[in-house]
């Protein structure tokens, strides 16, 4: 016979699944008719991606009705762009790209998220295109004429290459959204653009609206195919919530940026190459390893090449084993050459935004050099200097006799007692000058002028 008690530790889990099961439904239910509104502007990057990626991923969690999209981009690294476009392509929620506000733009990467998108959007005077990768040899252009044979043949095979996989990528995405292929392709080759007006008559983009309620009150009944399955759109009174980048977006965007990483790595370097010279220091430890590990975060996000941040290492190494292996300039001098080439190449991209400005490689070469210069004639002068140390340093000091007895003489000589031996009577108080040193004890004679006070 079951106990009210019994009852309850039957009933009571049941009603609690129940109860977290029932949690999402009335949020999803509260989300069905609301919109997220995400803003992507300046260069594409890993920032960028992880924004987008972790919105997209709590829209559908949470049964967002709708993602927009919202652009204002000059392009950015190909890597992320492919990332954002994945996860378009599996959104079981309808994605809207929309270059806007007026003015604004969406260049190359962002052209390609725009064909990927589920519904293509443009309000009034902004314009997208200008496709072609920038990452191409010979600074990112195709040979203008043939090069004469075994000139420049490898270079222009893999220019062809990336246009080529670049134009297949574009068409593919275009053939998917029922979108001009023939203009996407002239896009990647000619780096072809187009204004809102242009893009809509030649069935590039699906429409124009000047702004996000107008852009809803177009999408209204619009049909849409997302994974799962068409889905007819729901927009009129749709509610707009703005999803901003959370702080792990904002980290990754500080320190994704190549000139604050390049930063972060130079003080992580030098910070443990101080405390392994001055062990016990620890600041400069814990500094220098938790700006390295940054570093290192970011480059792993970033395109780097891996030439240039062995160069830059080698060139610091080099630096570094000049104050330690004094090699009259030679290993400094290299080191300093290395690390300037290694910064210039660092980045393997062309993508504006993702480049080391040169004032920042100059001033970080300019700061090396000038530490290894100052390290270089510090330990020059020091060798000039005289003896300080060791038997050297004590024959022809002069000190001043403290006891005397029958077998026993004690002087003072650079505030320290010493036994020592006369040639000659002293008595105390007398001054004398160290002629030789036997083992510990030193042979001392009298100064001619003798001196028997303080």
């Known amino acids: 016979m079951f106990t009210s008690k019994r009852y309850f530790w039957i009933l009571g889990p049941l009603v609690c699944l129940f109860l977290g099961a029932a949690v999402p439904a009335q949020q999803n239910q509260n989300l069905a008719g609301t919109a997220f509104l995400l803003d992507v502007r300046g260069v594409i990057g890993p920032a960028t991606s992880d924004y987008i990626q972790r919105a997209m991923a709590r829209g559908s969690a949470e049964g967002a009705a709708l993602i927009i ?79 004469p044979p075994g000139e ?26 029922g979108r001009n292929e023939r203009w996407a392709e002239k896009a990647v080759r000619e780096a072809a653009s187009l204004s809102a007006q242009e893009a809509l008559e030649m069935e590039v983009i699906d429409l124009i609206a000047r702004d996000v309620p107008a852009l809803l009150k177009r999408l209204d009944g619009r049909t849409v195919d997302v994974v799962g399955g068409e889905m007819t759109l729901q927009t009129t009174g749709m509610t707009v919530i703005p999803v901003e980048p959370n702080w792990r977006d904002r980290l990754l965007a500080i320190i994704a940026n190549p000139n604050v990483a390049y ?48 160069l830059m290492l080698l060139g610091i190494a080099f630096m570094a084993a000049e104050i330690f292996v004094p090699s009259f300039g030679a290993l400094g001098i290299g080191g300093v050459i290395a690390f300037v080439i290694g910064s210039v190449i660092l980045l393997d991209t062309n993508v504006p935004g993702y480049d080391i400005s040169w004032p920042l490689i100059v ?33 022809g000091a002069t000190g001043k006799v403290t006891a005397v007895s029958e077998d026993k003489i004690t002087v003072r000589v650079h505030g320290e007692l010493w036994s020592a031996q006369a040639r000659e009577p002293v008595i105390l108080g007398q001054r004398v000058r160290v002629i030789e040193l036997e083992g510990l004890v030193l042979l001392v004679k009298p100064e001619l002028e003798e001196n028997l006070h303080d």
């Open 263 to 310: 930063i972060l790595m130079l003080v992580g370097i030098y910070g443990l190459i101080f405390e392994m010279a001055n062990p016990g220091f620890v600041l400069p430890g814990v500094v220098g390893t938790i700006s390295l590990l940054l570093a290192l975060y970011a480059f792993q996000v970033l395109p780097i090449s891996s030439a240039g941040l062995a």
């Open 69 to 147: 999209l919202r652009m204002d981009t000059p392009g950015g690294l190909d890597t992320a762009m492919r990332e954002i476009i994945q996860d378009i392509l599996a959104s079981p929620v309808p994605v809207v790209g929309y270059i806007a506000p007026s003015g604004a733009r969406a260049a190359s990467a962002g052209t390609y998220i725009m064909y990927a998108s589920h519904i293509a959007a443009m309000a009034p005077t902004t314009n997208l295109g200008a496709a072609t990768p920038v990452h191409l040899p010979m600074s990112g252009r195709l040979p203008e004429k043939t090069p």
């Open 363 to 395: 001033a970080a070469a300019v700061s090396s050099a000038g530490f290894l210069y100052m390290v270089l004639f510090l330990t020059a002068r020091s060798q000039q200097r005289p003896v300080v140390s060791g038997r050297e340093q004590m024959l």
């Open 152 to 177: 420049g043949e490898e270079a222009g095979t893999l220019a062809r290459k990336a246009i080529n996989d670049a134009v297949a990528y574009i068409k593919g995405l275009a053939a998917q959204r």
